[in-house]
Nanobody, 124 residues
């Protein structure tokens, strides 16, 4: 397991943007696939985005619809989630997660390391 720490959350108005960061404590993160998940009150945790360990292939949940972009910088040991055109329904606690592999799973149970989560609130 590795440790992950998210940052960059906060409160933003509808239509605004936020960029989440996830710093991974590992000797090298290139062995890991990273996923972003979110969980709103009373709802199940859902897959937001995932990135291939090479950083060349990205996957997104169906609700993203081109609004979010996941990237990774293995040299900085970090993964980012740029979120644009935010909507009130994007309000949730966002988590980054890691597991050894090639392609990122979209099922949360397949990840074995998780960050503590960070709140994103989209509201007027």
């Amino acid at each position: 397991q590795v440790q992950l720490v998210e940052s960059g959350g906060g409160i933003v108005q509808p239509g605004g943007s936020l960029k989440l960061s996830c710093v991974v404590s590992a000797d090298t993160i290139s062995d890991y696939v990273i996923g972003w998940f979110r969980q709103a009150p009373g709802k199940e945790r859902e897959f937001v985005a995932g990135i291939h360990r090479s950083g060349t292939i990205m996957y997104y949940g169906p609700f993203v619809k081109g609004r979010f972009t996941i990237t990774r910088n293995n040299a900085e040991k970090a993964v980012y989630l740029q979120m644009n055109t935010l909507k009130p329904e994007d309000t949730a606690v966002y988590y980054c997660a890691a597991t050894i592999g090639i392609e990122p799973p979209s099922v949360s149970s397949e990840y074995d390391s998780w960050g503590q989560g960070i709140q994103v609130t989209v509201s007027l």
